[in-house]
């Protein structure tokens, strides 16, 4: 089993910038393809980003192109999502997610582990 937790979420005012962190525990060399999903109150999951094992390939939403950056440290097991120019639309619980494939895919599903999530609300 691989343990994700997330961190970094908080309250900001349009315009800022957080930082989340995923650090994982457990069987991380199962760990492949990591990503980064939201989820707003009575809408469904969305994808947001994601990277390759290495760090060499990264993929974003295209509502976060230009303003978010994922990126990992696999000697700290740790995937981060720096968040800039952060708009109200942006509010959502933020979850890390681990694939144990090389197929990186923007379907919750896919994904074999997930953390519990953080909180990010953004103010106008």
């Known amino acids: 089993q691989v343990q994700l937790v997330e961190s970094g979420g908080g309250l900001v005012q349009a315009g800022g910038s957080l930082r989340l962190s995923c650090a994982a525990s457990?069987?991380?060399?199962?760990?492949?393809?990591m990503g980064w999903f939201r989820q707003a109150p009575g809408k469904e999951r969305e994808f947001v980003a994601a990277?390759?094992?290495?760090?060499?390939?990264?993929y974003l939403a295209n509502s976060v192109k230009g303003r978010f950056t994922i990126s990992r440290d696999n000697a700290k097991n740790t995937v981060y999502l720096q968040m800039n120019s952060l708009k109200p639309e942006d509010t959502a619980v933020y979850y890390c997610?681990?694939?144990?494939?090389?197929?990186?895919?923007?379907?919750?599903?896919?994904?074999?582990?997930w953390g519990q999530g953080t909180q990010v609300t953004v103010s106008s």
């Open positions: 997610a681990a694939d144990r494939t090389r197929t990186v895919s923007d379907i919750p599903s896919d994904y074999d582990y």
């Open positions: 990277i390759s094992w290495s760090g060499g390939r990264t």
């Open positions: 457990g069987r991380t060399f199962s760990m492949n393809v």
